[in-house]
């Protein structure tokens, strides 16, 4: 069963940090690329950061570049996402997804951010940044 499991989330002050992880089973996570995503109340889901286990290569959406650090350490299958110099703006249920479609997220860029190449979801967790 394949499963994907956020934690770390929790209540922060504007310009603290967080350090999520998203811990993967089920599936072979050398395969996989693993994105971060994130969904504020009222508002649609957008990407945040992915990684591609293939390459070690990554990619970040412009709203979190210089601020957020994703990484992997494969012999735990798990994803951080270092969250840093938080705004309110960043407040949202964040989610960790796989795809085995996204072969290097350096290369496919923007199309990481897309929910659709994602195959496998976690339930997410929340984070939220007071001002």
């Known amino acids: 069963e394949v499963q994907l499991v956020e934690s770390g989330g929790g209540l922060v002050q504007a310009g603290g940090s967080l350090r999520l992880s998203c811990a993967a089973s089920g599936f072979t996570f050398d395969d996989y690329a693993i994105g971060w995503f994130r969904q504020a109340p009222g508002k649609e889901r957008e990407g945040v950061s992915c990684?591609?286990?293939?390459?070690?290569?990554?990619y970040y959406a412009d709203s979190v570049k210089g601020r957020f650090l994703i990484s992997s350490d494969n012999a735990k299958n798990t994803v951080y996402l270092e969250m840093n110099s938080l705004k309110p703006e960043d407040t949202a249920v964040y989610y960790c997804?796989?795809?085995?479609?996204?072969?290097?997220?350096?290369?496919?860029?923007?199309?990481?951010?897309?929910?659709?190449?994602?195959?496998?979801w976690g339930q997410g967790t929340q984070v939220t940044v007071s001002s």
């Open positions: 990684i591609s286990s293939s390459d070690g290569s990554t």
């Open positions: 997804a796989a795809s085995n479609r996204i072969t290097s997220a350096q290369a496919m860029g923007v199309i990481t951010m897309i929910a659709g190449w994602y195959d496998y």
